[in-house]
């Protein structure tokens, strides 16, 4: 059989073209034209992926009560009202933007107009960066509710037994720059200035009222209000701050420095941060469930210090979910005298903490694990337990826990906190905590689920 159709004599010889046979001239090129109008019938779902992750987001959202917020709502059948947004929309945008490491709110409202997740989280319901900020900031005890309620709903599934919880502190910086803090006699200062400036803009509003809109005017007049009633706040912890180095200074026999509070954050502290320095900031307390990865509390406070945050912390726990955990586990910070005392007699909670200055101790020729002078049951109990190699080794899940949660908040972006004040600095934790959450429990039931499978 021939291996052409046509006998090869019949095809046309192919002439190798010249490249100066080319025809001289412009080329002509396909050009980007994005002025061009189309047509495109296509719905939100359509446009976003099968597989991405705000359908996760707000599948689990979906699962949580949020009756705290639907209370507050006026708008309500049978009466007048501008329908409300669902708060099912808010809590999906700030945990979706949690995870993507954003914490504006201006810009999460940017995102709501050209982002394609943004806008399938939104569904047509209308985003202004006010509401978005007021919702986070002012809603601290509905955050707390739903932290809770997240917690509780996964014990009674059972993925969440808090048999043993690691606790660790988190050291974020504040929206305040050191050279906000300032003495008293300056405060004072900036608060006659502040006080002045008040006055002064309510008179020139009464003076000549059309040299600016109603809107302006008022902006200007709560700008300088709130600027005054910060440098109130700096003056009364300034005193607070030099009334304990008083103390401190009688004990220690050293004199007391002058103390200095932000008159842009009042309840920031100068203090030490992982890289060497010092800055303003705050301490954030998480407190982990070993088991399932959960962060079962949550608290914000100023002090540079861990030593006392352990025992708020399982009053914390046991308030909430109404048990205690069996362990605790904790690094050097926490394990003082009195938080392993505590822990044992009002909570009966087991604390495991390394040991201090064990090589110091066995170079001068004492024993590590012997009780010393002023130890309580439970500190001598301690002493003896953490010399034995199954403390040594339930003590490595801590890093495995608290250390991963820490990380796990760092890699969504909590390194600088957007907000000013400690109340609303612990919305911002409890939003962090409850994002984790809900993807961990997405995680844990699907491995349920597989496993029934």
Same mark, same amino acid.
């Given at each position: 059989?021939a291996?052409?159709?046509f006998?090869?004599?019949e ?41 991405? !992750? ?9 699962r ?5 917020w ?8 049978? /009466?007048?009202?501008? @329908? ?9 945008l700030?945990?979706?933007?949690t ?10 409202? =940017?995102?709501c107009? =050209?982002? +394609? ?5 939104c569904?047509?319901? +209308? ?8 919702? %986070? ?9 739903l ?5 509780a ?9 808090? /048999? ?6 988190? =050291?974020? =910086?504040? !929206?305040?720059?050191r ?6 006699e300056t405060?004072?200062r900036?608060?006659a200035?502040a ?8 008179r020139?509003?009464?003076?000549n009222p059309?040299? $600016? ?12 209000r ?9 003056l ?7 009334s ?24 920031? %502290? ?11 900031g705050?301490?954030?307390? *998480? ?8 962060i079962v ?10 030593s ?11 308030? %909430? ?6 362990e ?10 009195e ?7 009002n ?7 390394? *040991?201090k200055d ?23 109990a301690?002493?003896?337990?953490m ?9 490595? $899940?801590?890093?495995q +826990?608290?250390?991963?949660v ?6 969504h972006?909590?390194?600088l ?25 997405? @995680? ?7 496993m029934?499978t």
């Amino acid at each position: 059989m021939a291996d052409w159709l046509f006998d090869a004599s019949e095809l046309p010889e192919r002439m190798p073209v010249a490249a100066e046979a080319l025809p001289a001239g412009k080329p002509r090129l396909r050009v980007p034209c994005r002025h061009q109008v189309e047509f495109q019938s296509a719905s939100l779902d359509q446009l976003l992926p099968a597989y991405d !992750s705000a359908r996760v987001v707000w599948a689990a959202v979906e699962r949580l009560d949020l009756s705290p917020w639907l209370s507050e709502i006026r708008a309500v059948e049978g /009466h007048v009202g501008r @329908n409300a947004a669902d708060p099912r929309v808010w809590v999906a945008l700030w945990v979706f933007a949690t995870l993507q490491g954003e914490g504006s709110a201006r810009e999460i409202a =940017r995102l709501c107009e =050209r982002h +394609t997740a943004y806008r399938w989280l939104c569904g047509g319901v +209308t985003v202004n960066h006010h509401t978005l900020s007021d919702f %986070r900031s002012q809603g601290g005890d509905k955050w707390d509710q739903l932290l809770t309620q997240l917690v509780a709903s996964l014990m009674v599934e059972g993925l969440v037994t808090l /048999h043993r919880v690691a606790q660790d502190g988190m =050291r974020v =910086r504040a !929206s305040a720059g050191r050279s906000s803090f300032r003495r008293r006699e300056t405060l004072e200062r900036c608060y006659a200035e502040a006080q002045e400036q008040v006055e002064t803009l309510k008179r020139l509003a009464e003076e000549n009222p059309d040299e $600016l809109d109603r809107r302006k005017q008022a902006a200007r007049e709560r700008a300088a209000r709130e600027r005054m009633q910060r440098i109130e706040a700096a003056l009364q912890h300034c005193g607070e701050l030099q009334s304990q180095r008083e103390q401190r200074a009688k004990i220690t026999c050293e004199p007391a420095k002058e103390a200095r509070a932000s008159s842009t954050d009042p309840e920031a %502290r100068i203090m030490k941060f992982a890289n060497g320095g010092y800055g303003p900031g705050f301490n954030m307390q *998480l407190m982990t469930d070993t088991d399932s990865g959960l962060i079962v509390g949550v608290e914000v406070t100023n002090s540079g210090s861990d030593s006392e945050q352990l025992p708020p912390m399982l009053d914390q726990v046991e308030q %909430r979910y109404e048990k205690t955990p069996d362990e605790a586990l904790v690094d050097g910070g926490f394990a003082t005298k009195e938080a392993i005392t505590d822990a044992a007699e009002n909570h009966a909670c087991t604390v495991y903490a390394p *040991l201090k200055d064990v090589e110091k101790q066995v170079a001068k020729g004492v024993d590590p694990q012997a009780a010393k002078k002023g130890d309580s049951s439970a500190v001598a109990a301690w002493r003896q337990r953490m010399s034995t190699d199954a403390a040594k080794q339930i003590y490595k $899940l801590r890093a495995q +826990t608290a250390e991963w949660v820490n990380a796990q908040c760092r890699n969504h972006g909590l390194w600088l906190l957007p907000v000013r004040g400690q109340p609303q600095c612990r919305c911002v934790a409890l939003l962090y905590a409850i994002t984790h959450n809900l993807m961990q429990a997405v @995680n844990l039931r699907a491995k349920v689920a597989m496993m029934v499978t």
